[in-house]
């Protein structure tokens, strides 16, 4: 393609290719309008917009790496997937905690993506409508292919947009139903005491969160990796039967950390974790007193100090976020003008 006849619909997906994040604002709407088709609505959206980016990605790797077998290139789209599903997903919590609608939509597209590298690299065409029942499929949605096909014919695509004005319950539930999917709660066929036993740890955090709101940050990294890795190899084993065992040896070199780089990402947050603390006795300590005393003063500081942490790490997130992608496209244009 060179790129002169483009159709500007085609080339600005292209152009945010990089950010879930931006998708995700684009596809909430579509789950307002029909929020009874959340998992539905998504995974034809998925389909529609990553489907061509999932070949052309597949393409430039191979085109990169000649040389490297199925299995290489497998591992390859699941650590792609699984940093993108942390990168994308993990901004909640405290003063962010009404992002999580949109991070939660994000990680799932991120997950998504993954899923139809996968299927490329298996010779299945990422943008057949088979795909999105393969996504509901794997997302435990629906328990076969042809019960989700025969669903799929009762949802409307591109549903007109909403603009979120639906009862609180129901946008609640859904954000719910969003972590089961991503693997926060526990999904499944499970008791009501395994369902509450299961969600016990993440409604602690979500609470913990809500004072220091930077621990959601290390927490859902590792969650997200987790289910993330999980649903790569699930995907191999229904794309490609018998070749996860690869994946499965490998999957504690997946997404792993160089030395340095982790232990700095490791202090950064607890150097934001453990500031609201000091601040917060140093406050109390030296006898400066807002209300209740020395606790009152406490909490106040440690609330206040924690909020300007997490928003000082927000603002340089996405700050790093947006180099990135400019980067990205220049380099995207650079590759088209050759």
Same mark, same amino acid.
């Given at each position: +393609?060179?790129?002169?006849? &483009?159709?500007?619909?085609? $080339?600005?997906?292209?152009? #945010?290719?990089? $950010?879930? #994040?931006?998708? @995700?604002? @684009?596809?909430?709407? +579509?789950i307002w309008a029909d929020p009874q088709h959340m998992p539905e609505q998504l995974a034809f959206f998925a389909v529609r917009r990553f489907g061509p980016r999932a070949a052309a990605s597949v393409a430039r790797r191979k085109q990169g790496r000649p040389a490297a077998g199925d299995d290489e290139l497998r591992q390859e789209a699941i650590t792609h997937g699984t940093r993108m599903t942390i990168a994308d997903g993990a901004v909640l919590g405290g003063p962010f905690i009404v992002l999580m609608p949109v991070s939660f939509v994000a990680a799932l597209l991120a997950q998504a &993506? +993954? !899923?139809?590298?996968?299927?490329?690299? $298996?010779?299945?065409?990422? &943008? $057949?409508?088979? &795909? !999105?029942?393969?996504?509901?499929?794997?997302?435990?949605?629906?328990?076969? #292919?042809?019960?989700?096909?025969?669903?799929?014919?009762?949802?409307?695509?591109?549903p007109p947009g909403g603009r979120g004005r639906i009862p609180r319950r129901t946008r609640w539930s859904l954000v719910v139903r969003m972590a089961a999917i991503l693997g926060l709660l526990g999904g499944g066929k499970q008791s009501t005491f395994q369902r509450v036993v299961s969600s016990a740890p993440i409604v602690v955090l979500f609470l913990v969160g809500m004072v220091l709101p930077l621990i959601w940050v290390p927490a859902l990294a590792v969650i997200y990796r987790k289910n993330t890795l999980r649903l790569g190899v699930k995907a191999v084993q229904y794309y490609t039967p018998g070749a996860a065992g690869d994946v499965l040896r490998h999957r504690k070199r997946i997404v792993h950390m160089p030395g340095t780089a982790g232990l700095a990402a490791v202090l950064?947050?607890? @150097?934001?974790?453990v500031a609201p603390f000091a601040a917060a006795v140093a406050a109390a300590a030296a006898g400066f007193r807002l209300a209740g005393g020395f606790w009152g003063t406490f909490l106040l500081v440690l609330v206040a100090v924690s909020l300007i942490a997490a928003s000082l790490w927000f603002v340089r997130r996405r700050s790093r976020r947006r180099e990135e992608e400019h980067a990205g496209d220049q380099q995207e244009h650079a590759g088209d003008e050759e």
């Open positions: +393609m060179n790129g002169g006849g &483009r159709n500007p619909e085609e $080339s600005r997906p292209a152009r #945010t290719a990089g $950010s879930a #994040t931006v998708e @995700a604002q @684009a596809l909430l709407p +579509m &993506r +993954m !899923v139809l590298e996968l299927a490329v690299l $298996s010779g299945h065409d990422p &943008r $057949s409508e088979q &795909r !999105v029942a393969d996504l509901l499929v794997l997302q435990d949605v629906y328990p076969s #292919t042809e019960e989700a096909t025969e669903a799929l014919n009762e949802v409307k695509r591109r950064r947050v607890l @150097a934001f974790a």
